[in-house]
T-cell receptor
Framework: AQRVTQPEKLLSVFKGAPVELKCNYS??????LFWYVQYSRQRLQLLLR??SRESIKGFTADLNKGETSFHLKKPFAQEEDSAMYYC??????????????FGRGTQLTVWP | ETGVTQSPTHLIKTRGQQVTLRCSSQ?????VSWYQQALGQGPQFIFQ???????GRGNFPPRFSGLQFPNYSSELNVNALELDDSALYLC????????????FGEGSRLTVL
């Protein structure tokens, strides 16, 4: 069965420190992985997807199929990065197509 | 460009009642998905509509039903409300079916007493 695990419910770092939000998944196939973010009083929005291999707002995420992980990283956290981050998986076959399986989210707080 | 809009933003119902939530998709998007987000949890897929047909359903009972209209707007209906149906209901639209790139609305917060 497909599952997304975000082991940290809360994560706090100081401004300028590196940050890594962990995400592990289980899926018997080749999924597509995403990070969604929700800033305070804003709607849930896509941050990045693994197939685009982009850096968005300084964040990167690499899909590690061997470790079934898709950790989100940023070398120097900023206060405006404080938000709830959700890792999500979309399957590539059958009933898993077109739907997202979300983790429970990690609330990141960046202190000044 | 108009984003995804949902109504109502908040509502309170009692157990056994029925509720209808509405969603207008982003301009140009033909696919609408609904998610339920319980407190402290990630969103959970309910179902998806593409060109007015249901295109996939999550693990929700039949009392959760939906519609999509020719203008791609959508409704989520829940019958015989239970206390556990209290949650934030998110609507998301996408430019194409079978994509994980979704554009979410702000949600409808349902409280069942």
């Amino acid at each position: 069965a497909q599952r997304v695990t975000q082991p940290e419910k809360l994560l706090s770092v100081f401004k300028g420190a590196p940050v890594e939000l962990k995400c592990n998944y289980s899926y018997s196939g080749s999924p597509e992985l995403f990070w969604y973010v929700q800033y305070s009083r804003q709607r849930l929005q896509l941050l990045l997807r693994h197939i685009s291999r982009e850096s968005i707002k300084g964040f990167t995420a690499d899909l590690n199929k061997g470790e079934t992980s898709f950790h989100l990283k940023k070398p120097f956290a900023q206060e405006e990065d404080s938000a709830m981050y959700y890792c999500a998986l979309s399957g590539n076959r059958g009933s898993t197509l077109g739907r997202l399986y979300f983790g429970r989210g990690t609330q990141l707080t960046v202190w000044p | 460009e108009t984003g995804v809009t949902q109504s109502p933003t908040h509502l309170i119902k009692t157990r056994g009642q029925q509720v209808t939530l509405r969603c207008s998709s982003q301009s140009g998007h033909n696919t609408v998905s609904w998610y339920q987000q319980a407190l402290g949890q990630g969103p959970q897929f309910i179902f998806q509509y593409y060109r007015e047909e249901e295109n996939g359903r999550g693990n929700f009972p039949p009392r959760f039903s939906g519609l999509q209209f020719p203008n791609y707007s959508s409704e989520l209906n829940v019958n015989a409300l239970e206390l556990d149906d209290s949650a934030l209901y998110l609507c998301a639209s996408s430019l194409e079916v079978n994509t994980g790139e979704l554009f979410f609305g702000e949600g409808s917060r349902l409280t069942v007493l």
